[in-house]
């Protein structure tokens, strides 16, 4: 994949913003463990929301490599930033303008790509995630002309800020001919009685994005509220998860980028022996290795963004970019703490949240061992 003019554009202006409005306040609402809704704000205003949607809808009119583009910059300074902003577009708004009639689009589409509501998608359960039709115990059932919902979902991201708007919830709406469930996607705004939104985790990392688990309690909502087709749930979040992983690569190669930035920054000023740190060849090759790492990283997200924006099967190329990323992201982080010395163990230095923050990589949108068996069975291994 060629940066184009355009592309590069977009890289530089996150990468600024990212730099100048992210950077100087993050750490501190990282600590307090806060919501970043002046960031959000302004992302909205620059359009990162509605970056892959139509203009039609509010959104910028790009594509979805534009998004990881930029997903990366945020990353290279602060994952929580970059999290909210992918599980908002990929999660929240990209499965109700793919999957949405047009009623819903026009209902959810203009505030969501502008930041001023933020979608969610609940798929994972307490029960289970990485075997989604086997641990989902929560069911729709259709009353008139009205799902009744019943369950509870686990990890959410987006879910409960003041600003979130509607979570997609996948639900079981019955069962198949062969016995298995009949998965399908609900649209449940915020605010419906029967829906509610526990208090925030307390996580090791991605401190200022917002992860809750929710209930719903013969919560109700119209018929029309069916994302897609009856029945289409898994098919739906197995397309979306797809895009998503190449989305959550890119934030690690921006995670891993951010940990070459940083390093390459204090090797020049930390002394040691007489010298800078950065004078030493077992400094020097660890950061080499991470720079190979986060180059190699980049090379898969961008072959992936190229195979499905040609409409080409993608699938295996998304679960190596996504595993290859995690694990540069992991390894980046792990690093360039150990080349700060005690300093990478405090929280006043960017590398202390990167080692935090890297850990999800390897875990959400599917764990590493998910992807590996997702890459086996795009090799015909599946059923033996
Ligand atoms: C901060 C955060 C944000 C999240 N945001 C969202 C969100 O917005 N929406 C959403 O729906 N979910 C979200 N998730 C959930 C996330 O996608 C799941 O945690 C993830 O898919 C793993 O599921 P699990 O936690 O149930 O682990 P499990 O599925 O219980 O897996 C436990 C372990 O067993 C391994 N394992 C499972 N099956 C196999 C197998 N067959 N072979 C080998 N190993 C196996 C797994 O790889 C893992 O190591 C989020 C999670 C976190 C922590």
Redesign the pocket.
């Known amino acids: 994949m060629k940066l184009t003019e355009e592309y590069e554009d977009l890289r530089k202006t996150v990468e600024a913003f990212a730099r100048d409005a992210v950077a100087p306040v993050i750490g501190e609402l990282y600590e307090r463990e806060e919501f970043p809704y002046d960031i959000v704000r302004q992302m909205g205003r620059m359009g990162l929301f509605g970056l892959p949607i139509p203009e039609e809808y509010g959104g910028m009119g790009g594509d979805y490599f534009a998004l990881c583009l930029a997903l990366e910059e945020l990353a290279r300074v602060d994952s929580s930033v970059s999290i909210t902003v992918e599980?908002a577009v990929s999660?929240g708004a990209m499965p109700i303008y793919r999957f949405g009639t047009a009623e819903q689009r026009a209902q959810w589409l203009p505030k969501l790509t502008t930041g001023e509501m933020l979608g969610?998608?609940?798929?994972?359960e307490p029960g289970?995630?990485?075997?989604v039709p086997g641990g989902m115990r929560t069911t729709a059932v259709l009353d008139g002309n009205e799902w009744v919902i019943n369950g509870s979902?686990a990890?959410?991201?987006n879910s409960g800020t003041d600003i979130t708007g509607v979570v997609g919830v996948a639900a079981i709406t019955g069962r198949r001919a062969d016995g298995r469930p009949e998965i399908s996607t609900i649209l449940v705004p915020a605010g419906t009685p029967g829906f509610t939104v526990a208090k925030k985790y307390s996580?090791v990392g991605?401190n200022c994005s917002d992860?809750r688990e929710l209930a719903f309690t013969d919560c109700r909502v119209p018929a029309e509220n069916l994302l897609g087709e009856r029945g289409r749930g898994y098919a739906q979040f197995l397309q979306t998860l797809d895009e998503g992983r190449i989305a959550i690569a890119a934030l690690s190669v921006g995670l891993a980028q951010g940990c070459v930035d940083e390093c390459l920054r204090y090797v020049r000023e930390r002394q040691a022996f007489g010298h800078p740190i950065g004078h030493y060849q077992a400094i020097q090759f660890k950061i080499a290795d991470m720079e190979v790492r986060t180059h190699t990283a980049r090379l898969a997200y961008y072959h992936a963004a190229e195979k499905m924006l040609a409409g080409e099967p993608f699938k295996k190329e998304a679960a190596i970019a996504k595993l290859v990323s995690s694990d540069a992201a992991m390894d980046n982080a792990r690093d360039a703490t150990q080349v700060f010395g005690g300093y990478g163990f405090m929280n006043e230095y960017p590398v202390g949240r990167f080692y935090r923050d890297a850990k999800?990589l390897e875990?959400?949108?599917?764990?590493s061992?998910?992807q590996r068996?997702l890459i086996a069975r795009q090799l015909g291994l599946g059923d033996l």
Do not use: H, N, P, R
């Open positions: 599980a999660l969610a998608f609940g798929l994972t289970g995630g990485s075997d979902k990890f959410i991201t996580k991605w992860t999800i875990i959400g949108e599917g764990t061992e998910v068996m």
